[in-house]
């Protein structure tokens, strides 16, 4: 499967962004997905997760209240709505899936990647 985030951009603190990523192929509703982000000179961290048929979500303590992942199998696309950004949300935002049944929050547990779009948020 291939992956395409998109949705990024520069946003002051308080404001809110949409990411969306994408996937080709038909197995999409197969696949459990993952949100991540990268901060510079930071490791790649778990944002958020959701099972394959968007009943089920996990999210890092961090974006907990603030973020929302959801899917849509007919769209072939997984979202991420995130509200209230703080500056410690900026980081490149990278979409993955996986075939794992359970919550995966590591990225050795992702066996795919979309590219990564770039989120600033300005204080």
């Known amino acids: 499967v291939q992956l395409q985030a998109s949705g990024g951009g520069l946003v002051q603190s308080g404001g809110s962004l949409r990411l969306s990523c994408a996937a080709s192929?038909?197995?999409?509703?197969?696949?459990?997905m993952g949100w991540f982000r990268q901060a510079p000179g930071k490791e790649r961290e778990f944002v958020a997760h959701i099972n394959w048929s968007g009943l089920n979500t996990y999210y890092a303590d961090s974006v907990k209240g603030r973020f929302t992942i959801s899917r849509d199998n007919a769209k072939n696309t997984v979202y991420l709505q995130m509200n209230s950004l703080k500056p410690e949300d900026t980081a490149v935002y990278y979409c993955?899936?996986?075939?794992?049944?359970?919550?995966?929050?590591?990225?050795?547990?992702?066996?795919?990647w979309g590219q990564g779009t770039q989120v600033t948020v300005s204080s």
């Open positions: 993955a899936a996986t075939f794992r049944t359970t919550i995966a929050t590591t990225t050795r547990e992702y066996a795919y």
């Open positions: 192929g038909r197995a999409f509703s197969r696949y459990a």
